[in-house]
């Protein structure tokens, strides 16, 4: 089974809203990864935890703040978003750090 | 730096015909390599992956890819295309655990490619 989930499918905020973006896996993978895609765009790195510690952040904007509660759970807590970050956020998992990704359906965000 | 090239950014190929969907990389060792596949305002899903051994890896849905060191690609190709296979394909490097660089874990993606399938 190589699957996660990501919750909710489709969330709409106002740039003075605060709201998460939850990713789950259950194949014991210690890695997971978030990543940020726009239309017609590839994906683009946003943070990577390896055994719940934060490995990479990519110069992400504070108002995205992830969480990795346990090794199964990853949070992506959004605060004063723009316009701009209305995109696809996808959730992904791999068994280390390195080894192959697994992706999640996403979360289709848009900021009004 | 590690960076991934797909050429074709739009193929249009009519149903049952063979496909071919290029990738050239970038990378200072051996690579890991996938390809995967995103219908649209879905996740992606991994069709195929090299890391090493036998350079023709097979995937799922028909799909199988070359790895050639000498010409750094990585193709994609299937024999008989099926409508089903209209989506964004995206070829992606990554770097190999040995190495175990700082950017372990980050994944380069080419721009994608996206196929058309006449009926």
């Known amino acids: 089974d190589t699957e996660v989930t990501q919750t909710p499918k489709h969330l709409v905020m106002g740039m003075t809203n605060k709201k998460s973006l939850k990713c789950e896996q259950h194949?014991?993978?210690?890695?997971m990864y978030w990543y940020k895609q726009k239309a017609k765009k590839p994906p683009e790195l946003m943070f990577v935890?390896?055994?719940?510690?934060?490995?990479i952040n990519e110069s992400v904007p504070s108002r995205f703040s992830p969480e990795c509660p346990n090794s199964s759970l990853l949070n992506l807590h959004l605060h004063a978003l723009q316009p701009e970050d209305s995109a696809l956020y996808l959730c992904?998992?791999?068994?280390?750090?390195?080894?192959?990704?697994?992706f999640g359906p996403g979360t289709r965000l848009l900021v009004l | 730096a590690q960076s991934v090239t797909q050429p074709d950014i739009h193929i249009t190929v009519s149903e049952g015909a063979s496909l071919e969907l290029r990738c050239n990389y970038s990378?200072?060792?051996?690579?890991?390599l996938f390809w995967y596949v995103q219908s649209p305002g879905q996740g992606l899903q991994l069709l195929l992956k090299?890391?090493?051994?036998?350079?023709l890896v097979q995937g799922i849905k028909g799909f199988e890819a070359e790895f050639k060191r000498s010409q750094s690609s990585f193709n994609l190709r299937k024999p008989s295309v099926h409508w089903s296979d209209a989506a964004e394909y995206f070829c992606?490097?990554?770097?190999?655990?040995?190495?175990?660089?700082?950017?372990?874990?980050?994944?380069?993606f080419g721009r994608g490619t996206q196929l058309t399938v006449w009926p």
């Open positions: 990378y200072g060792a051996t690579p890991y």
């Open positions: 090299y890391f090493s051994g036998d350079t």
């Open positions: 992606a490097v990554g770097m190999n655990p040995a190495d175990r660089g700082s950017t372990l874990g980050r994944l380069y």
């Open positions: 935890y390896s055994y719940e510690k934060l490995s």
């Open positions: 194949m014991g993978h210690r890695a």
């Open positions: 992904a998992s791999s068994q280390i750090r390195g080894e192959t990704q697994y």
